[in-house]
């Protein structure tokens, strides 16, 4: 049964609409507007190196499982350790992107007051406000080193589950600026006749080319991270048939190795003995190679448990996990070596 509604808060359905991200200075988060022109439009100098490393991070932090706000505490604080590992080894500037899924209204709570991302990031939503569904959503945290010129949601047309996919839009030149598409979604998660993962991967890639959006400078690239819940033989080679390339197996992965799956590990043993292992979560690209080179491709987050004790001991007690584990997926992590092509041979030319 697909969702007839066809307008999400005053919103069109099945359309990229514009929505506010926000900033944190003077010990508040403040709303941030979209411009009111086009990013081509602008003369600003633009601050970007080039080329640049880009490193994306998307995880699904499990929103039915007991304990929420100890294991979304101890999920942020292991990505703050581990996001500061990624700058130590790739450069203090080198932004890191994170894409989240399952997102509850305790979650975004929890991100608001984290320090690290008080000190280095814009966050995509403050409340629940953009999404559908009154239980979970997506978010992004944006780097502040990393330049935005607009946020948009794109709620699914066909979609029983309140699905929707969240867009961020970075500039990277001045005047027309080719520009960087980042995207992050939670595909259908159950088998359906006829399914619904092919129609909104196929809407959210149609955009992350920017063939819908109209304005905003030529598209560069794009990228897209999140729980895209694979577990259809169609889902193989869903990806390439909306035009993008899956950064594991680009890495050099292949179907079905261990080493690329992505859920199941942490989950319940009757879950896994039923299911198995999954590569559910995955990040994918479009965009010239030389202008967006994939550099690297793992997962991360096996084995985050809670770290409040009693938070710890009262989850074991409820259910049949064997560790206090933070969440049912492992995330996905991919690096890429941004480049505008030609723009380093014209700063040569004018110097």
């Excluded at 867009?167 to 001045?174: A, Q």
């Excluded at 794009?222 to 390439?240: V, Y």
Aim: charged fraction near 25%; glycine fraction near 10%; include cysteine.
């Amino acid at each position: 049964m697909f969702n007839t509604t066809t307008t999400i808060h005053g919103r069109p359905r099945g359309q990229l609409t514009p929505q506010e991200y926000f900033t944190f200075r003077d010990d508040k988060w403040w709303p941030v507007e979209p411009p009111p022109t086009p990013a081509s439009t602008s003369t600003q100098p633009s601050t970007t190196p080039n080329p640049f490393r880009l490193s994306v991070l998307s995880w699904n932090i499990d929103f039915m499982r007991d304990e929420d706000d100890a294991r979304m505490s101890a999920a942020l604080d292991y990505l703050g350790t581990y996001i500061a590992g990624i700058r130590r080894d790739s450069g203090d500037s080198a932004p890191v992107v994170v894409m989240l899924n399952e997102m509850t209204a305790g979650d975004l709570r929890l991100i608001k007051l984290a320090g690290w991302i008080r000190e280095g990031y814009d966050i995509t939503d403050a409340t629940t406000v953009d999404w559908e569904s009154d239980a979970y959503g997506t978010t992004m945290l944006i780097p502040r080193n990393f330049s935005i010129s607009s946020v948009a949601r794109l709620h699914y047309t066909i979609t029983a589950m309140q699905r929707d996919a969240l867009f961020n839009t970075t500039p990277t030149e001045p005047g027309p600026r080719p520009i960087l598409r980042l995207c992050t979604t939670h595909l259908e998660s159950l088998a359906a006749k006829p399914p619904k993962r092919p129609a909104q991967l196929a809407a959210a890639a149609e955009y992350l080319r920017g063939g819908k959006t109209g304005g905003g400078g030529k598209v560069l690239g794009g990228i897209l991270g999140g729980d895209l819940n694979a577990i259809e033989a169609f889902d193989k080679t869903l990806p390439e048939e909306c035009g993008l390339k899956d950064a594991f197996l680009e890495n050099g992965g292949k179907e079905g190795e261990e080493g690329g799956m992505t859920w199941g590990q942490m989950a319940e043993p009757w879950q896994r003995a039923r299911f198995g292992l999954g590569r559910l979560d995955k990040i994918l690209f479009c965009g010239e190679e030389k202008a967006l080179k994939l550099v690297g491709f793992k997962t991360f987050g096996l084995g985050v448990t809670i770290t409040d004790q009693q938070a710890a001991e009262r989850l074991l007690q409820r259910g049949s996990l064997e560790q206090p584990w933070v969440t049912d997926h492992l995330g996905v992590r991919a690096d890429f070596l941004v480049e505008v092509p030609g723009i380093g041979d014209q700063k040569e030319e004018a110097g």
